[in-house]
């Protein structure tokens, strides 16, 4: 039987998860502030340690030192519900075992405490040295919440990462927060996309190569590894690499060595591999296009960037972020904008997003973005729904029009708008019906009562 401690001012927090923790054979003490956890802690001497963030008086991340003083064989696991990238990486930063982001599975919050209590002693060692600066990732989805765990736990390693997702997902985006964030941010990120490259030229660019190595090559030039030597290399589109080449990148990654073209002597090279792709390595692999074992060997560490539809609740930040960066100060997006860019699909994500936000900045000429500034969408890039979302935008900016013009005062705003669009739904639903109003008012959803009142007002 372990001991646990929960810090979370959240009774039913604090509820469910002693319920699960007792039922598992634990012995579970709760506390709502810091002061009282740490109280807990000088009585209790806990195994390991759930701490909130947000708390009542103090903040549980700033905290998290004192607990470690405390009780330093107990990993302590933060619980937040409100994560972001620094938080995530303030906590790793403290001291933390893991980072679990609210609301949570049980299944999940068990499978943590479980490792936390398994790693004992070893946890306590878990401090790294990162700073909060570097590459804005912004959202605040439980997706993104993920990938900002993932990163503070892999940034302060010196790991092989391998980060997937769709294009313009913000693959380059993680990569150089995992550099801004680990202990080689002092030195160069070097970043090379082996799709905008020719095969030809693929092995002089990573490897090197030396005078007279082939036609043209006049001189000794290094490659990008060595070039990246005390930081990064960021091999971006690592599914299109040449077969011949994959054997190379292999031996580098093994044997920490480079050889240049037309050279036989290895040169050491200090460096961290970050890869990413857009692509199916499994597939390629089972296909005979990728290497198995260079595809396990950059997959040491995977984070999967989330596609923009599945981040709910981040459009709309994003957007912003967008337009503070092309304007150069906060301007601001009317509804009817708001709801055009929810209402399209956006298959190219995040980079989509910002070339349109960028394209409207310009069209608004320095105002309020609205929806006819955006650009138009080109074809199959609009959501199934597209149709509504049009009826959507423009009842949004009819809305913003009313206030502006009535400024004294609004009302029976939604009857005025049922006035305005009820007329047009009837008579297409009549139109359809070809004049029968009883397979109108089916289509309507409306009884035939209700129908002949609406066509007589």
């Not at 938080?87 to 075992?97: I, N, P, Q, S």
């Not at 900016?397 to 009535?406: C, H, L, M, N």
Request: with cysteine; charged share 25%.
């Amino acid at each position: 039987m372990s001991r646990i401690l929960i810090v979370d001012d959240e009774p039913a927090i604090g509820w469910s998860l002693r319920e699960l923790f007792t039922d598992e054979g634990h012995s579970v003490e709760a506390a709502a502030t810091v002061e009282s956890g740490l109280a807990a802690c000088a009585r209790f001497v806990p195994d390991t340690v759930l701490l909130d963030v947000r708390l009542s008086g103090r903040d549980g991340i700033a905290a998290l030192p004192e607990f470690k003083a405390l009780v330093p064989r107990a990993p302590v696991v933060v619980m937040t519900a409100f994560g972001d990238l620094d938080t995530a990486v303030r906590a790793v930063d403290a001291g933390a075992f893991d980072y679990l982001v609210k609301p949570f599975d049980l299944e999940r919050v068990s499978r943590t405490v479980a490792r936390a209590l398994a790693e004992g002693e070893a946890s306590a060692t878990r401090a790294t040295r990162v700073t909060a600066g570097g590459p804005h990732l912004v959202g605040s989805s439980p997706a993104m919440q993920e990938v900002f765990r993932q990163i503070s736990l892999v940034a302060p390693s010196d790991l092989p990462v391998l980060i997937t997702g769709a294009t313009g997902t913000g693959k380059d985006v993680a990569a150089r927060a995992i550099h801004a964030h680990g202990p080689r941010r002092g030195g160069p990120f070097v970043a090379v996309s082996l799709a905008a490259l020719s095969p030809s030229v693929i092995e002089s660019e990573l490897f090197g190569h030396v005078r007279g190595a082939f036609t043209g090559a006049t001189a000794d030039r290094p490659g990008l590894f060595e070039q990246a030597a005390g930081g990064t290399v960021f091999l971006d589109e690592i599914g299109e690499a040449p077969l011949d080449v994959q054997v190379k990148l292999l031996r580098t990654l093994e044997s920490r060595e480079v050889v240049r073209m037309g050279s036989v002597a290895p040169r050491i090279v200090d460096v961290r591999v970050i890869a990413a792709t857009n692509r199916d390595l499994p597939e390629a692999v089972a296909a005979g296009g990728f290497r198995a074992d260079l595809y396990h060997r950059l997959r040491v560490f995977p984070i999967r960037m989330p596609a923009l539809a599945e981040r709910e609740g981040d459009l709309e930040p994003l957007a912003a972020h967008f337009l503070g960066a092309v304007a150069g100060e906060p301007r601001a997006m009317a509804a009817d904008c708001l709801a055009a860019l929810r209402a399209r699909a956006w298959p190219g994500n995040l980079r989509e997003l910002k070339h349109a936000v960028e394209y409207a900045a310009v069209v608004s000429r320095g105002g309020t973005l609205r929806a006819e500034h955006l650009p138009p969408a080109a074809a199959g890039e609009t959501a199934p729904a597209d149709a509504d979302a049009r009826l959507t935008a423009a009842v949004a900016a009819w809305v913003d029009a009313v206030f502006a013009a009535e400024k004294d005062g609004v009302e029976g705003l939604h009857g005025r708008l049922m006035d305005l669009v009820e007329p047009a739904v009837v008579a297409g639903a009549l139109a359809a019906a070809g004049g029968n109003r009883t397979v109108a008012a089916k289509i309507l959803g409306l009884d035939r009562a209700t129908l002949r009142a609406k066509l007589a007002r």
